[in-house]
């Protein structure tokens, strides 16, 4: 076969740093993800929403990068905009980790109305419980206390 080709389907989920809310403004939330949508490098991006404190994205991974590339330059050039909106936000920063799980193609519309739902289904569970309950259906280990970083 001469062509390479493949169709990753990707749910990218981080916080901000301690969680702390940055993203309560409704309009800087809409911005942020928009910009998030549009850097996701060479990644066709189905939906990016979160709340406050977190975010979540849907997106097709380019078979051109690593995830832990697009993360890191997502994160990196994000975190510059924001604070070149305002002073206010000039303290903010993302967790140092992330996220990231495969979608069943399947699957995405699914994913899609979860992501746009996310000020709803957070009025019943924490970041934290969601994101615990993420790794347990991936069957992913990992340490109390270095996942919140």
């Known amino acids: 076969m001469a062509q390479s080709l493949a169709r990753l389907w990707t749910h990218l989920v981080f916080s901000t740093k301690d969680r702390h809310p940055f993203l309560s403004d409704l309009t800087i939330r809409r911005d942020m993800h928009r910009y998030l949508a549009a850097v996701l490098h060479d990644c066709p991006t189905i939906i990016v929403g979160g709340c406050a404190d977190h975010v979540h994205a849907l997106f097709a991974l380019s078979r051109n990068y690593a995830i832990a590339d697009i993360v890191k330059e997502v994160k990196r050039t994000s975190s510059a905009w924001i604070k070149s909106v305002e002073r206010r936000y000039s303290k903010f920063h993302w967790q140092s980790g ?20 996310q000020e709803q ?3 019943r569970k924490t970041f934290q419980d969601e994101f615990r309950a993420f790794l347990k259906r991936y069957e992913i280990e990992y340490d109390e206390r270095y996942v919140w970083n």
């Open 98 to 117: 992330y996220g990231a799980f495969s979608v069943s193609q399947s699957h995405i519309v699914a994913v899609q109305r979860y992501i746009a739902g």
């Open 121 to 123: 289904h957070h009025r």
